[in-house]
């Protein structure tokens, strides 16, 4: 049976989906987490460290050492709270940023997980700057001088989700959706009525599939049938199979041409060559 | 019970439009003339409305001295877009026809109190001043063609935010802009940011919060997350000042308020500064 755009979304939006942290379980070792921005805050929202992703369970020189980046979505109500359901604030990207800047100069790359509703519409949001952070993110890591892989595991909520998807291979879950607005939001303003998300979601053309096509995703990680939630473990390996080619490929490249590679992939969004 | 329904119709009656203009800020209301007399800023509280890009440019830039570029850059449909109101090549296409503009920022090179630029206006009367690929486009080469013959950088902001019916290919926009902006930077060309009426969403999340100075008239309207979101969110009100241009000054976001007489000179002294 066919899945509609609106069972992907439901799939990517799922309590059982594997989050951030399943990830980080499921294929690395030795993760050390860093907090803050240095400036106002911890955003729990969003997760870095350090880690060695593993090619498989014994240790290996096929191992990589990186940075992980990720928001952080919990798996109960308690978890969603304090993690804010992964919405970030200014802090998490600032944070982020903060983060990366270490990896370029350690000479690591940087690996990120998104999965988020979107960037936290709140008031300290806004009075720090919610724009200017997402803006710099996006200046930031578009000039990073070190390989970035980003994996859109579930819920790519625009501007906050691309603040954390600036990268040299964008990969994708078979099941997730990303979106330049939710299906709920669009529908409520291009069909006046919440209930035509379904609707909305297939216009805005937002599955993996879609996005592999209109070329705003690299590649589709596949998931087990019915779905990452039906087995973490395979779902985590296929990810981490992803992730390591990419980063074997990448780490070939000489970083000049790396960024301007990056660029010029960034530079194609909307093909109009 | 046609008495109680007689005065919610009066307060929905609003003026005839032929004769008045209301500011949305105050809603004061003053005669259509007064208000473009007054280069659209209310002569009350002083909220600088909304130009038009050729408007704009007029006022900015020296006279005869702007030349368009990159007119034939316009919108893309990679995704057959369609909604409610029907297809959206149609509605951009009507959009085009009307107003005479072929995307939601038009560029150009200029010269701007002596100090040749590339000059960027956003028109928030062309689908909201909506971030679409074209848009992103028309940027990306204005910071390339900036880069090729070293000149800065001045963009005008005008936006409700990316737009929709362009999908991811819009939100990738953002990136794209940004990251244009960031090797013009790595040039030493200088980027002025200048934040109008509303400048929102996927636009302030991207290149109009990335200048080199970010700039705004009095009374702009700044934000990334519409004030209603934010309230419907958070559960409580939210200051009348929020989101307005002295509000993001006073949280440190914006560099200068420049009365909307006093831009170009503006401009061209920040430039003058730095050597170009």
Not at chain 1, 81 to 99: Q, V
Not at chain 1, 177 to 198: F, Q
Not at chain 2, 231 to 240: F, G, R, S, V, Y
Not at chain 2, 245 to 262: M, N, P, Q, S, T
């Amino acid at each position: 049976m066919a899945k509609t755009a609106m069972d992907c979304v439901k799939l990517a939006r799922d309590a059982k989906r594997p989050h951030f942290r399943d990830f980080i379980d499921l294929i690395c070792s030795d993760f050390e987490e860093l907090h803050g921005d240095r400036l106002v805050n911890d955003d729990r929202a969003l997760v870095g460290g350090f880690a060695v992703i593993r090619a498989g369970d014994k240790p290996s020189e096929k191992d990589v050492r990186a940075l992980v980046l990720g928001h952080n979505k919990g798996a109960t109500v308690e978890e969603n709270m304090s993690a804010n359901f992964g919405m970030a604030n200014p802090d998490g990207y600032r944070k982020a940023m903060r983060l990366a800047k270490l990896a370029e100069k350690f000479r690591l790359p940087v690996v990120t997980f998104v999965d988020t509703p979107g960037a936290y519409p709140g008031r300290e949001a806004e009075e720090r700057g919610q724009a200017e952070a997402i803006a710099k993110s996006l200046e930031f890591f578009s000039r990073l001088r070190t390989p970035i892989v980003v994996v859109v595991t579930g819920e790519g909520g625009s501007g906050g989700a691309l603040a954390i998807a600036v990268g040299d291979r964008i990969l994708m879950m078979e099941n997730a959706v990303y979106s330049v607005i939710s299906p709920e939001g669009c529908a409520g303003i291009l069909w006046r009525d919440g209930a035509k998300a379904p609707e909305a979601a297939e216009a805005l053309k937002i599955t993996a599939g879609d996005l592999l096509r209109l070329g705003a995703v690299d590649e589709v990680v596949k998931e087990p049938a019915g779905g990452a939630q039906r087995n973490h473990r395979a779902a985590a390996n296929a990810v981490r199979k992803a992730i390591l080619a990419a980063l074997g490929d990448l780490a070939k490249v000489p970083v000049d041409e790396l960024v301007e590679r990056r660029y010029a992939k960034i530079r194609s969004y909307g093909n109009f060559y | 019970m046609s008495w109680f329904e007689a005065k919610s119709e009066k307060a929905k009656i609003p003026p005839a439009k032929a004769l008045w203009a209301v500011c949305p800020r105050c809603k004061s209301h003053f005669g259509k003339a007064v208000w473009k007399n007054n280069n659209a800023i209310c002569p009350k509280c002083g909220y600088h409305g909304r130009l038009s890009a050729r408007e704009r440019i007029a006022q900015v830039a020296d006279e005869g001295t702007f030349a368009e570029v990159f007119r034939a850059v316009s919108y893309s449909d990679h995704l057959e877009f369609h909604d409610a109101s029907g297809a959206y090549r149609d509605k951009v296409e009507a959009t085009i026809a009307k107003s005479g503009e072929t995307e939601s920022v038009v560029m150009g090179t200029a010269r701007i109190g002596g100090h040749d630029v590339m000059l960027g206006v956003m028109d928030f009367a062309f689908m909201g001043g909506s971030l679409g690929t074209g848009t992103g486009e028309r940027i990306a080469r204005a910071c390339e063609q900036a880069i090729a013959e070293r000149r800065p950088l001045v963009l005008f902001s005008a936006s409700g935010g990316a737009r929709m019916h362009e999908g991811i290919l819009s939100l990738m926009q953002m990136a794209k802009t940004s990251a244009a902006i960031a090797r013009l930077k790595e040039s030493g060309l200088p980027y002025i940011s200048v934040l109008t009426d509303p400048t929102t969403g996927g636009v302030s999340a991207s290149y109009a919060m990335l200048g080199d100075i970010n700039v705004t008239e009095p009374r702009t309207l700044i934000g990334f997350a519409g004030r209603r979101v934010i309230e419907n969110t958070i559960h409580q009100k939210l200051p009348d000042d929020f989101q307005s241009a002295e509000y993001l000054e006073k949280h440190g976001f914006i560099d200068r308020i420049v009365e909307r007489g006093d831009l170009k000179a503006f401009i061209a002294k920040m430039l003058w500064f730095w050597g170009f």
